[in-house]
């Protein structure tokens, strides 16, 4: 399944498909960029980052792919499970004043 | 990883009165913290960045004089939702940065989730 992030805030897959979770970042000069998990209410949990100067990372299951063209960032999970059942947000960094600015989130439904 | 807290989780107060929730980095040294707020089913908004022993730096739009926030030493950032009212009820999430990671290296406290009635 995927997800257009803004405009597809939710996204069902069936456990052990493949998700992929998208996101559009606003500013070309944001050089850093973090995929958070957030569970109800709980903060958000690190998943995976990636840095300006690579387009492609892959951790444990999951994959970041940037395409600064564009302006995007995607999410992949392979086999999801029922416990990937979260919202998911991407940040972006900017280096001048440092702060993170989170996009709007989606909301992954693992369906058993 | 590093861990941060966040007292309390849960506050429930009286319109008008002023509530204080405190963030903590627990083994490490923050030097910056940052305060969020996140209503239901929405993004994360980041509200203000507080430096150690130095004014916190405002978005546009948050009130500074309404969100007083204090970051008087390395480990504690305090946010003050001072004569609250029923919109200020939210989810409050602080991240804090600093100890052997690099810029980017930030992390986040469990959240307090605020009720003014």
């Known amino acids: 399944g995927e997800s257009v992030g803004l405009h597809l805030p939710t996204l069902s897959v069936q456990e052990g498909d493949n998700s992929i979770i998208n996101c559009a970042y606003s500013?070309?000069?944001?050089?850093?960029f973090i995929w958070y998990k957030q569970e109800s209410g709980k903060g958000p949990q690190f998943i995976i980052d990636?840095?300006?100067?690579?387009d492609k990372r892959q951790g444990q299951r999951v994959t970041v792919l940037l395409n600064k063209t564009v302006k995007h960032l995607s999410l992949q999970i392979a086999a999801t499970q029922p416990g990937d059942s979260a919202v998911y947000f991407c940040?972006?960094?900017?280096?001048?004043?440092?702060?993170?600015?989170f996009g709007t989130g989606t909301s992954l439904t693992v369906i058993p | 990883g590093a861990v941060v807290s966040q007292h309390p989780s849960r506050v429930i107060c009286k319109s008008g009165t002023s509530v204080k929730i405190e963030c903590r980095s627990l083994?490490?040294?923050?030097?910056?913290m940052f305060w969020y707020r996140q209503f239901p089913k929405k993004s994360l908004m980041l509200m203000a960045t507080?430096?150690?022993?130095?004014?916190?730096?405002?978005e546009q739009g948050v009130e500074k004089d309404k969100f007083l926030i204090n970051h008087a030493s390395l480990t504690l950032s305090t946010l003050t939702v001072t004569s609250a009212h029923p919109e200020d009820s939210s989810f409050y999430i602080c991240?804090?940065?600093?100890?052997?990671?690099?810029?980017?290296?930030?992390?986040f406290g469990p959240g307090t989730r605020l009720l003014v009635l």
């Open positions: 507080s430096n150690e022993g130095s004014k916190a730096t405002y």
């Open positions: 940040a972006e960094n900017r280096r001048a004043g440092n702060q993170f600015y």
């Open positions: 083994d490490f040294q923050a030097t910056t």
């Open positions: 991240s804090a940065r600093g100890g052997a990671g690099g810029r980017e290296t930030q992390y």
């Open positions: 500013n070309s000069a944001s050089d850093y």
């Open positions: 990636i840095r300006s100067n690579m």
